[in-house]
T-cell receptor
């Protein structure tokens, strides 16, 4: 079993839609939860970071962590064509070694 | 402030050859991590260097080795290349090694093994 599971998609939505991206994990030692965005042929860039359980909002993006269910989500409101990218969830414990999901490919259609 | 840079951008090698990839960390960052990202997959942790010492290693064979230099730049060396080594190799730097610290990724080196 992989430590982090993520539905690879692809996901295609119309502009303005709400997008929900999810990951599950198995390692209860994970404390830090991140969402990265990766454009084609580029390195990942950090979107959101959450420590332990709870919600965090940044503009159109909301990250949720439920440690009891080992489940994290990223919501994108009012999606834009510029949001088209691959979204990667990542997690780590105390050691700063990141475990990534497979990535979900998102296309927002104008 | 200069971000993380990697060289070369692309590289083509044949099976059995050796390759060296280079990474310059962001200014002020003393920790460098290397990841392998196969096509359609998420990055997989190879190893991390902190102050010139290896500080954690993922599930990769010994033919993957690295170095970190006093200026915190780093190299990834892969010996006896195999076809499955074809991937995007990402370098990430962070300011400290303990707890959570944002890892800033470079653009990657795309390695093709024929």
């Amino acid at each position: 079993q992989k430590e982090v599971e993520q539905d690879p998609g692809p996901l295609s939505v119309p502009e303005g839609a709400i997008v929900s991206l999810n990951c599950t994990y198995s390692n209860s030692a994970f404390q830090y939860f991140m969402w990265y965005r990766q454009y084609s042929r580029k390195g990942p860039e950090l979107l959101m970071y959450t420590y332990s359980s709870g919600n965090k909002e940044d503009g159109r993006f909301t990250a949720q962590v439920d440690k009891s269910s080992k489940y994290i989500s990223l919501f994108i409101r009012d999606s834009q064509p510029s949001d088209s990218a691959t979204y990667l969830c990542a997690m780590s414990g105390a050691g700063n070694q990141f475990y990534f999901g497979t990535g979900t490919s998102l296309t927002v259609i104008p | 402030e200069t971000g993380v840079t990697q060289s070369p951008t692309h590289l083509i090698k044949t099976r059995g050859q050796q390759v060296t990839l280079r990474c310059s960390s962001q200014s002020g960052h003393n920790t460098v991590s290397w990841y392998q990202q196969a096509l359609g997959q998420g990055p997989q942790f190879i190893f991390q260097y902190y102050r010139e010492e290896e500080n954690g290693r993922g599930n990769f064979p010994p033919r993957f080795s690295g170095l970190q230099f006093p200026n915190y730049s780093s190299e990834l060396n892969v010996n006896a290349l195999e076809l499955d080594d074809s991937a995007l190799y990402l370098c990430a730097s962070s300011p400290v090694v303990w707890g959570y610290n944002e890892q800033f990724f470079g653009p990657g080196t795309r390695l093709t093994v024929l």
